[in-house]
């Protein structure tokens, strides 16, 4: 029971039963890295400023506000399981027409603000208001995420209404101004979503849930 290979291979020499048995440990735990990585928790460096402050980047790019990006854990598994909710940070893989608007594509890390079939406007305050399928009423998100100034130095969507279509969700960055997401290519569709952002793995000072 304690040496598996020797039980198995009884002729080989004890060197090499060492030897596979150190190649077959690094392979396994190669392989349950692997499977964590597709299938349970991923992780994600922020690249830009489009989430400051909740989530930082590194200078000098333009916008960001601390000296290393934040490392962030999603976790892939908790869609199958449950529907997404507004206010999470997610990472998802953007539509073809981001590539187009933003000057780049690929996986991006956003807040979720509009849900399928919803209609979400931006008034001239910068203030992001929803309206859920079937009425009339408008209602004011609570965004404590979101500063002030940051919120009106938004200009260029204000007084704008999208519309989120059935099975797609529609993203903003925290940082408003300083992000291309929804407003400007679109909602995504929900195969197209990755993972939760639930942790703050680097660096040491900024490690914590989210």
Known sequence: ?????RRLFP????????????????????LIVLALKA???NP??????????????????????????????????????????????????????AAARCGE?????????GLPGEKV??????????Q????QRWLRLNEPYIQPSRRLADTAHFNKTWTVPEGEYFFMGDNRAQSCDSREWGAVPRANLIGE???????????GFR
């Open 44 to 97: 994600y460096r922020i690249p830009s400023s489009s989430m400051e402050p909740t989530l930082h980047c590194a200078r000098p790019a333009g916008g960001c506000e601390a000296s290393f990006s934040d490392r962030v854990l999603a976790n892939r598994f908790i869609y199958h399981f449950r529907d997404p909710r507004r206010g999470e940070i997610i990472v998802f893989k953007t539509p073809p027409d």
């Open 11 to 30: 002729g080989l020499p004890h060197g090499v039963r060492v030897v596979l048995d150190w190649l077959l440990t690094i392979a396994g735990a190669v």
């Open 1 to 5: 029971m304690r040496d598996p290979l």
């Open 105 to 113: 594509g690929g996986t991006f890390v956003k807040r979720l603000i």
């Open 197 to 207: 952002v639930f942790f703050v793995y680097w660096p040491p000072n900024r490690i």
């Open 121 to 130: 406007r931006e008034d001239g305050h910068g203030f992001i208001w929803i």
């Open 39 to 41: 299938w349970v928790v």
């Open 132 to 135: 859920r399928p079937h009425t």
